[in-house]
């Protein structure tokens, strides 16, 4: 396997469950359960699957905003949750994360000017208030919001270009690697579309790396090189954009895609929508053997009983599935 920026092996996080009056740990909820892909210098790596199947928590684990359970993420080669406070604080700028809700990640008292200033001076990126003005008046420009506006505050403006803000916060400390957490998904579908392209246009021009997580296949589909999916805390499905979208092999992926609206008339008369039967199990008991057994239709019992290998079918294309390795 060739090395990326990011490498990520077996991480899982657990959240313990506490109970009782002693607040005695009862079990763990699986948010993350081994979960290994690397992301290469440059390139998009979608995260897709329903709420509530780990992605945030991935996504944070990623960055070390939630510490590890096990496994390990490195950056350029360097264990992430291994730095000491100074090496940390130096990543912080290499590493940003942009979230769903961009108003409640926008300090309401500051103005945007100090906002997406705030961390280049704690860093030393820029050394005096006139300097950081300037600089966070070319960046938000580059975002697409007018220079007057660095005196606005957050309540002033839309949500598209509150996200604005946010991506111009994310930018402002030169990073390499950006979480993007459903940084669209609670925009406004015409507004979804100009906030994507940004994010695709300053990925291109600087050279960015992206983990983009969204439950949102169209959104995902559009900006990824490769993409992962999730069930219950694994990524049962793993490759290339293409072979995913074209080949999806995991039951659950095919499903997933089904489920799709297409506005395409041909393609919408010739696939099926795949309905999953169930609802989705819960991470702190997680199905023995395959954990999509419960709501696969092709499920025999070696899913109930073994766990799937997560094996290479084609270069790059990984699979968690008995059925597609010829079990049965
Ligand atoms: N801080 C936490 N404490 C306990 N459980 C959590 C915490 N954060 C997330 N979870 C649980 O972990 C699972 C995965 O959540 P999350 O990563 O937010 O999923 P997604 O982003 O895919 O919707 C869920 O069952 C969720 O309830
Ligand atoms: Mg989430």
Same mark, same amino acid.
């Given at each position: 396997m060739s090395t990326g920026l990011i490498e990520v092996k077996n991480l899982k996080k657990y959240f313990p469950i506490k109970s009782g009056l002693l607040k005695t740990t009862t079990g763990h909820v699986k948010a993350v359960d081994d979960v290994s892909f690397s992301i290469k210098r440059g390139k998009v790596m979608g995260l897709v699957g329903?709420? *509530?199947? *780990?992605k945030s928590t991935a996504g944070r684990t990623l960055l070390n905003l939630l510490p590890k359970t096990q496994g390990q993420v490195l950056f350029k080669g360097q264990?992430?949750? &291994? /730095?000491n406070r100074k090496e940390n604080k130096a990543l912080r700028t290499k590493m940003q994360i942009i979230f769903q809700d961009p108003y409640s990640s926008?300090?309401?008292? /500051?103005p945007v000017n100090d906002i997406v200033g705030e961390a280049m001076l704690e860093h030393g990126i820029v050394k005096t208030k006139q300097e950081m003005h300037d600089r966070v008046v070319d960046i938000i420009s580059k975002c697409g919001l007018f220079p007057e506006q660095a005196t606005r505050y957050p309540h002033q403006f839309s949500g598209g270009q509150r996200q604005r803000i946010c991506i111009a916060r994310a930018l402002a400390v030169d990073p390499e690697f950006i979480v993007c957490d459903e &940084?669209?998904? &609670? /925009?406004d579908v015409s507004i979804q579309s100009q906030i994507i392209n940004l994010l695709k246009d300053m990925q291109e021009e600087l050279g960015l790396t992206y983990m983009f997580i969204s439950h949102d296949l169209s959104v995902v589909k559009f900006i990824s090189d490769d993409v992962g999916v999730m069930y219950l805390g694994q990524i049962v499905e793993m490759g290339d954009k293409k072979s995913i979208f074209t080949?999806? /092999?995991h039951p659950y992926t095919q499903a997933l895609l089904s489920a799709v609206p297409s506005f395409d008339p041909e393609k919408r008369t010739g696939s099926k929508r795949i309905l999953l039967q169930g609802d989705i199990p819960s991470p702190a008991k997680p199905p023995s053997g395959c954990r999509f057994h419960t709501r696969c239709p092709y499920a025999k019992d070696v899913c109930k009983t073994t766990v799937p290998e997560n094996k290479e079918v084609q270069p790059g294309h990984f699979v968690m599935c008995h059925k597609v390795h010829g079990v049965f």
């Open positions: 329903e709420s *509530g199947c *780990g264990d992430i949750h &291994a /730095l926008l300090n309401p008292r /500051l &940084a669209v998904s &609670a /925009l080949t999806p /092999l």
